[in-house]
């Protein structure tokens, strides 16, 4: 029977079999205690109701084994609990490496998504279905908060700096994205859909309609009309350091620290570009901030980690 | 009649009149009046505002008000509930009153500092309801940045004003009874004698002592910033929002806990008296009290599991909030066993106490949810989490502040209070809170974000009941509004003992003198000794001090 | 009544008890300083991690000397007020005012230079605001330093300047000479809270002027 009353989410992607699996062990143990709890008031409250005013109860201290007992077992319970929960979170937080990899930027009050292949959404995320999808997100004002309730998952959408969640959608249709961070006047208008399709269909939504240039090459134009190519080119005026292979790859700074070279070292770099000099450089590097949009950050990030492939097609 | 069995005798209410009197008095049981009228004020405005938030969320368009209005309704409604009702409630009137009476002393160490600190939180009021008054602040009651600090063009700043200065009373008050009761307990009164009403207060002062100054400078940050653009917690600047997060809730979780620590403590008191038993593992308790207030103090992060911090903080933050859960779930077992082979009866206190033990376990077991790291990633930020802390401050601290004051209120004004209708409102602020927040766990499972003014259709059913449920809670808190005021005049008198509690604030007349005690007593017996009488714990010992 | 029992309030049993209450008061409220300065330390850890290159440039701009002096100044008063308490427990009310008198001075001159030091900030646009000006690509953080920088050392000026009105009313009380032997409680706390605030700049001074200018 249906009553059109949802009383649990849809389960659409692989993390959320998983995430109700542990709400119903967690559920099934909060009904035993409070269960047990109400019972247990209901019949003393019962049995040992007072029948005569001047009644004078035996005092009992309390016991060490009863005090030992409830305090073993509900930590043995509780510790259950952080294990598995701890390890479905871990697995949240590492997306496997052939994800495909979509932009997303929230703003006051809207989504915008790019894909890699260039399409742009807004408040619409299409994603193939059995396929990794890892979503690279920030914000252009306040903290917002990307929530897909039947993927089980959401995150914190930062401005100034990017996060990351990735899913892998099981079942084809239309789901709720929420934003679930208050945002403002409009915060409950910051919705939209994800749309979950077969990958076949998925291709044909991708190359149907406005057929965008891919990520990495406005990013490459990016690069070029910014002029960064004078300085960052392998073998060039070596006035910074070259970017091929850069991705992923820990690099030293002046002063002996070292830092991983990801995607909020890079846009810190186009930014604030003294705020990490490299190890051998000079800090000549103007800032770019207020040139570049966040699109356009994610664009050139994106194309600096084309340049790992690249490289490594070549050697 | 009646009248004149009060009236014979002089004690704290009849010693002097005028509206000087109570104004300048430094008489710790006056300031528990003072309190309870201002924090009523505030628990009905911040009701009003759940009200009407309620209503508009019968449907699921935004048609009662615009979208602004309705984020300034749960902005005020968080600020005012939390800041100047739920953190005073409990410490503030029932310790005020009860602290000096339950260790035998004869006021609180600085009865001056005690008024000081009422004055300073009508002054926070004051500029909280200045800015309602003059149109509102939208950011919620957690001040996010850089929404707080650069975006919203509300009264933010009059807000974050006024919770400053309301921090100073909460930090005077620990102040006091920290002081009051290490120094000022009367002869034979050790700590392992005194009430858990007390222990628990003490932990609660603790925590306003090193949790409030943080949360005071971390809103002078936020004003700064608003005022002279500062970049402290703006990204734009070069600044980190998640830092203001940590800061945050590094005095708002613990915040938590002084809002039910003392529910907890009444809650001992009420299990103890109407069961006429010791509780059941008296240290346990008191020990889990501080515990709580300890641990309390590491697992902020558990707020911001979703907000950006790494996976391994955040795995520390997850365990550590299982360990607070422990001394609390260790805290109602031992209040369900003190009931066994107790003689119960159900005054309405106890109606009271009861219901919080039920509501408290609801509240605290969908805490082990939102502490699962992998299920808090769903449900953080739905209702779900609405509902969770519903249960803990309305169904925890709000029933405990109830059957405290009704239990003190022969004590208090030196009448009773109509019991048939006390039960009637225990049992219709029970249905109607169930009614109200147990379908929003439902609507936060399903995926409902909380501070949402307008919603998908398919969470109107589950939002209607909760609305329903509401206009229950509503008359249920305003049945014990009309008939306490009625009782003040027409109450039958209480006498000094009506519960046959063997508290010692039970052993001096309703309502006390002045300085509490003619004698000053002297104790024998540790808290609890229902199988004794109380002329076998206590002994009158000199005459006070002229 | 004996003498002492002049001094105690209604409340209290008796006069020692009142006494140890005052004093336990006075350290509890210290750990709520603690706290409060606390929160605003671990702010600038936090942030001088993040950008040490640019604290430590913005910590150039800052005059060591006078951080160096004023850190001298306190530590005198520090000293003077010490010498205050124990003029009155050893009953000497001449010595009290003066050495109260003298502590005073010394704040005001602390505060003094304090002035001066801010005075100097503003001329070279180094309070944050509109008007901040400062090597255009550590700007920002920089900014942040001097918000730190104002808000931390204003905050313990203003500590200092109730300090002052404490000694103050101190000396307008000793001179009516309610203080001696038996009864100098309020000498003793505002001697504690005096060396609490003098112990803030203790940290504050390396922490701003000295730490990390070198990186």
């Known amino acids: 029977m249906d009553l059109g009353v949802p009383l649990f989410p849809e389960q659409a992607s692989t993390m959320a079999s998983r995430v109700d699996a542990l709400f119903f062990f967690l559920v099934a143990v909060s009904v035993f205690f409070v269960a047990l709890i109400f019972l247990a008031i209901f019949v003393f409250a019962v049995k040992y109701r007072r029948r005569a005013e001047d009644e004078r109860p035996q005092p009992i201290e309390g016991t060490l084994w009863l005090e030992v007992a409830w305090s073993v077992i509900p930590f043995g319970l509780t510790m259950v609990m952080f294990v598995w929960g701890a390890i479905i979170f871990f697995d949240i937080h590492n997306p496997p490496d052939d994800a495909l990899e979509i932009s997303i930027v929230g703003r006051q009050w809207m989504w915008k998504a790019q894909h890699p292949t260039g399409q742009s959404e807004i408040n619409e995320l299409h994603v193939p279905l059995g396929q990794p999808v890892k979503l690279m997100m920030t914000s252009e004002d306040v903290i917002h908060d990307f929530y897909l309730p039947a993927f089980r998952i959401k995150q914190d959408v930062l401005p100034g700096r990017y996060t990351s969640m990735w899913f892998e959608a099981t079942k084809a249709g239309v789901y709720q994205l929420f934003c679930a961070e208050y945002c403002g006047t409009q915060h409950s208008g910051m919705i939209g859909r994800v749309v979950a399709l077969e990958p076949a269909q998925f291709e044909k939504w991708l190359s149907g309609g406005a057929t965008g240039v891919s990520m990495i090459d406005q990013g490459a134009s990016l ?93 | 009649m009646n009248l004149s069995e009060i009236e014979r005798r002089e004690h704290y209410l009849n010693v002097n009149y005028g509206i000087r009197s109570w104004l300048f008095t430094t008489d710790h049981k006056r300031i528990a009046w003072l309190y309870l009228l201002s924090v009523t004020v505030f628990f009905f405005i911040g009701g009003l505002f759940a009200t009407l938030m309620r209503i508009e969320l019968l ?227 008191a020990f889990a009290s501080l515990a709580i207030a300890v641990i309390g103090f590491l697992v902020w992060g558990h707020h911001m599991f979703v907000a950006g911090q790494s996976v391994h903080a955040s795995m520390i933050f997850s365990l550590l909030s299982f360990l607070v859960a422990i001394p609390s779930a260790i805290k109602v077992f031992n209040w369900t066993a003190t009931l066994y082979k107790g003689s119960i009866s159900y005054d309405a206190p106890m109606l009271y106490a009861l219901g919080f033990i039920g509501l408290f376990t609801i509240g605290g077991l969908t805490g082990l949810f939102l502490a699962t790291l992998g299920i808090d990633v769903h449900v953080h930020d739905t209702y779900f989490v609405v509902a969770h802390f519903h249960y803990i401050m309305v169904g925890g601290a709000v029933m405990g502040y109830l059957g405290g004051i009704h239990f003190w209120w022969p004590k208090m004004t030196g009448r009773t209070y109509p019991e048939i209708w006390a039960r009637l409102a225990a049992l219709l602020i029970f249905v109607g809170f169930n009614l109200t927040f147990f379908p929003q766990f439902v609507l936060g499972y399903v995926g409902m974000p909380r501070r949402y003014h307008v919603y998908p259709p398919e969470f109107q059913v589950l939002n209607v009941m909760s609305t329903a449920g509401a206009s229950i809670l509503a008359v249920g808190y305003l049945l014990p509004l009309m008939y306490l005021i009625w009782s003040l005049r027409y109450g039958a008198v209480a006498g000094a003992n009506p519960w046959r509690a063997r508290g010692l604030e039970w052993q001096t007349p309703s309502p006390p003198p002045t300085e509490n005690f003619d004698r000053t007593p002297t104790v024998t017996e540790g808290a609890y000794a229902y199988e004794k009488d109380p002329e076998e714990i206590y002994t009158l010992g000199k005459p006070a001090h002229v | 009544m004996s003498k002492v029992e002049v001094f105690r309030q209604h409340h209290f049993e008796d006069v020692e008890q009142q006494h140890e209450a005052s004093w336990l008061g006075m350290w509890v409220f210290l750990a709520t300083e603690v706290m409060f300065f606390g929160g605003m330390f671990a702010c600038y850890f936090v942030y001088k991690h993040w950008y040490l290159q640019a604290f430590a440039a913005a910590s150039n701009h800052l005059d060591i000397w006078l951080g160096a002096i004023n850190t001298a100044v306190l530590i005198c008063s520090s000293f003077t007020m010490a010498m205050a308490v124990y003029s009155a427990e050893t009953n000497r009310a001449k010595p009290l005012v003066r050495y109260l008198l003298l502590t005073i001075l010394l704040g005001l001159v602390f505060l003094g230079i304090k002035l001066f030091e801010y005075h100097s900030k503003f001329e070279e646009h180094l309070v944050p605001g509109s008007s901040f000006k400062f090597e255009e690509s550590l700007a920002r953080p920089a900014e942040i330093f001097f918000s730190f920088y104002f808000a931390m050392t204003g905050m313990h000026a203003v500590h200092m300047i109730i300090g002052i009105g404490l000694l103050t009313a101190l000396v307008l009380q000793a001179r009516r000479g309610r203080f001696s032997v038996v009864y100098h409680t309020p000498v003793e706390l505002t001697g504690l809270y005096w060396h609490f605030v003098d112990i803030v700049w203790i940290f504050l001074f390396p922490l701003l002027y000295l730490l990390g200018r070198h990186v």
């Not at chain 1, 890079?266 to 770019?288: H, N």
């Not at chain 2, 409030?212 to 703006?234: C, H, K, N, Q, W």
Request: charged share 10%; hydrophobic share 50%; with cysteine.
């Open chain 2, 59 to 285: 449907t699921p368009q935004g048609d009662l008000v615009q979208a602004e209005t309705y984020n300034k309704f749960f902005t005020m409604h968080g600020v005012t509930m939390v800041f100047f009702f739920l953190i005073p409630s409990i410490p503030n009137v029932l310790g005020n009153f009860l602290v000096p009476m339950m260790i035998g002393a004869r006021d609180l160490a600085f009865p001056r500092l005690n008024l000081a600190s009422w004055y300073i939180f009508i002054l926070g009021g004051a500029f909280t309801l200045m800015a309602a008054a003059a149109g509102g602040v939208d950011t919620g009651w957690t001040f996010y940045t850089p929404y707080s600090s650069i975006y919203s063009n509300t009264h933010v700043v009059l807000t974050v004003v006024g919770v400053f200065v309301t921090g100073f009373s909460s930090i005077l008050t620990g102040l006091n009874f920290i002081v009051t009761i290490h120094k000022m307990r009367a002869p034979g009164m050790t700590w392992f004698r005194l009430p858990l009403f007390i222990w628990a207060h003490y932990a609660t002062s603790i925590i306003f002592i090193l949790g409030t100054p943080v949360i005071a400078i971390t809103l002078v940050l936020v004003g700064l910033e608003r005022i002279f653009r500062l970049g402290i917690f703006d990204p734009a600047l070069g600044g980190d929002p998640v830092l203001f997060q940590h800061l945050f809730w590094f005095y708002s979780h613990p915040a938590v806990y002084i809002m039910i620590l003392p529910a907890m403590g009444v809650v001992s008191e009420l299990i103890a008296c109407f069961s006429r038993k010791r509780i059941f593992g008296y240290s346990v308790v």
């Open chain 1, 223 to 315: 690069f070029k009309r910014f002029g960064c190519e004078t300085c960052h080119r392998a073998g060039g005026t070596n006035q910074g350091p070259s970017l091929a292979g850069l991705f992923g790859k820990t690099v030293k700074l002046q002063g002996g620290n070292t830092v991983t070279a990801d995607e909020n070292y890079i846009r810190e770099s186009i930014l604030d570009p003294r705020a990490k000099i490299v190890a051998g450089y000079q800090p000549i590097m103007p800032t770019f901030k207020g040139l570049v949009s966040e699109e356009g950050l994610l664009q050139l990030i994106a194309y600096i980690k084309s340049l790992n492939t690249a490289e490594r097609k070549t050697s």
